[in-house]
Nanobody, 123 residues
Framework: QVQLEESGGGLVQAGGSLSLSCVHS????????MGWFRQGPGKEREFVAG????????YYADSVKGRFTISRNAAWNTILLQMNSLKPEDTAVYYC????????????????WGQGTQVTVSS
């Protein structure tokens, strides 16, 4: 079993920055990927960023490319999402998740999810 816990959400003005953290515990991940997703009010959950666990390759949604950065710590038990130049349309609940596949962008490929953290960007 894998447990994921996000932290770092909050309220920020447009143009500001936030950093989200996701700590995973439990069964060691072997391969696969971890990702960040978000779900805004009345919207479907969407891919934001992902990182392959063994290669470190990173993937981003077009809407956040150049503004958000996903990374992992040296102990390989935490992933971070640095969010800069935030926009009101970035407002959502942000979730981290893990998959044992290489389908980084596909919501349904992820089998473990955190409970989410709210990010609100005011205009």
């Amino acid at each position: 079993q894998v447990q994921l816990e996000e932290s770092g959400g909050g309220l920020v003005q447009a143009g500001g920055s936030l950093s989200l953290s996701c700590v995973h515990s439990g069964r060691t991940l072997n391969g696969g990927a971890m990702g960040w997703f978000r779900q805004g009010p009345g919207k479907e959950r969407e891919f934001v960023a992902g990182i392959m666990w063994t290669t470190g390759n990173r993937y981003y949604a077009d809407s956040v490319k150049g503004r958000f950065t996903i990374s992992r710590n040296a102990a390989w038990n935490t992933i971070l999402l640095q969010m800069n130049s935030l926009k009101p349309e970035d407002t959502a609940v942000y979730y981290c998740a893990s998959t044992n596949t290489a389908l980084v962008r596909i919501v349904s490929s992820y089998n473990y999810w955190g409970q989410g953290t709210q990010v609100t960007v005011s205009s």
